[in-house]
């Protein structure tokens, strides 16, 4: 045999050594599929550090801000105050 078939050989075993390590293992995929999962999770945590951040400044309002927590209790909560009286309005169309 001579040196480039054996050379050739050498080479064809490397790569298909290399190719089973890489695809027989599910190697490429397993990395693939965990790049996206990090991913999606950046984006989730994003999202929730943007929430955190809002919920902050309404908390922030909260402890502060006497119209603000009088409109929260009206709007949300439907409190009134002793001596008012509630009229409800009737819902528009779409509602």
Known sequence: MDVTKTAKILLIAFLAL?????FGNGLF????????????????????????????QVLKLLESDIDFIERVAREDLGLVKPGEVVIPLPAEEGE
Do not use: F, M, N
């Open 18 to 22: 290399v190719a089973y390590i890489a």
């Open 29 to 56: 995929y397993k990395v693939w599929q965990e790049e996206k999962t990090l991913t999606e999770l950046e984006a989730q945590v994003k999202q929730l550090e943007a929430e955190t951040d809002s919920l902050r």
